[in-house]
C-alpha cells in the first residue's frame, strides 16, 4: 500500500471553477508539503502545513492531521493554473520526502 | 538570492558516456538533496546531504551512480557509463535546518536523454 495517495489523477475544469485536490497518508506526519509543478518542469513549494488552514491569493490548503488527509482548493480558476500539484511529506522524522503521484490539473478558458 | 542553480539544464548524450550533474544550493542552506523525476515512478528522492555529508543513499540505483558534495555551494551527481534507462528530468534542492520545518526548494532541473 502506497503510504500517500493523491486524487484525482487528472483534472479537468473551466476557467472560473472551484477547484479541490486529495491527498491521503497512511502514516504520522509533522508537516505536509503542497508542491506545483508547471509544464516547463519547474517546481515550486505553494504551502507547508502542519495543522488547520494557509491561504495564499487564491490558494487554499488545509490538513487534518487526525484523519490523515489533505486539501488543495483553488478559486476561481485560471488557465495558469494549469499543472501538476503534488503532495509530500517527511518520512519518519527524517528530511527524506515521500511524494505522492500527482494531480494534473488543466484549467480551460 | 538566485535560488538553486543546475547545470545543464538539458543534456542529450550517448548510452556509455560519463553524465555529470552540477548543483549549487541556495547560499546557508545545510541540506542537499537529488531527485529523479520520471513518468513511471514520479519524483524519486537519490541521496542527500548534511553539512556536505551525505545521510541517505538508499535511493541511488546503482554504482553507476555517484555525488559528491566537496562544499557548502556545490554538489555533482555523476552516472557512470550512463544507459538509456537513466533518461529522466533530475532534480536538485536545498533547504535549511533553521527554517520552518526544512521547507526544500527546488532547482529548475537537468533534463537527461541518454540515447
Known amino acids: 500500500k502506497n503510504e500517500v495517495e493523491q486524487s484525482p489523477q487528472n483534472l479537468t475544469a473551466q476557467e472560473g471553477e472551484f477547484i479541490t485536490i486529495n491527498c491521503s497518508y497512511s502514516v504520522g506526519i509533522s508537516a505536509l508539503h503542497w508542491l506545483q509543478q508547471h509544464p516547463g518542469g519547474g517546481i515550486v513549494s505553494l504551502f507547508m502545513l502542519s495543522s488547520g488552514k494557509k491561504k495564499h491569493g487564491r490558494l487554499i490548503a488545509t490538513i487534518n492531521i487526525q484523519e490523515k488527509h489533505s486539501s488543495l482548493h483553488i478559486t476561481a480558476s485560471h488557465p495558469r493554473d494549469s499543472a501538476v500539484y503534488i503532495c509530500?511529506?517527511?518520512?519518519?522524522?527524517?528530511?527524506?520526502?515521500?511524494f505522492g503521484k500527482g494531480t494534473k490539473l488543466t484549467v480551460n478558458p | 538570492d538566485a535560488g538553486v542553480i543546475q547545470s545543464p539544464r538539458h543534456e542529450v548524450t550517448e548510452m556509455g558516456q560519463e553524465v555529470t550533474l552540477r548543483c549549487k544550493p541556495i547560499?546557508?542552506?545545510?541540506?542537499l538533496f537529488w531527485y529523479r523525476q520520471t513518468m513511471m515512478r514520479g519524483l524519486e528522492l537519490l541521496i542527500y546531504f548534511n553539512n556536505n555529508v551525505p545521510i541517505d543513499d538508499s535511493g541511488m540505483p546503482e554504482d553507476r551512480f555517484s555525488a559528491k558534495m566537496p562544499n557548502a555551494s556545490f554538489s555533482t551527481l555523476k552516472i557512470q557509463p550512463s544507459e538509456p534507462r537513466d533518461s529522466a528530468v533530475y532534480f536538485c534542492?536545498?533547504?535549511?535546518?533553521?527554517?520552518?520545518?526544512?521547507?526544500?526548494?527546488f532547482g529548475p532541473g537537468t533534463r537527461l536523454t541518454v540515447l
Open positions: 509530500a511529506f517527511p518520512q519518519g522524522g527524517s528530511e527524506k520526502l515521500v
Open positions: 534542492a536545498s533547504s535549511s535546518s533553521l527554517e520552518f520545518y526544512n521547507e526544500q526548494f
Open positions: 547560499s546557508g542552506h545545510d541540506y
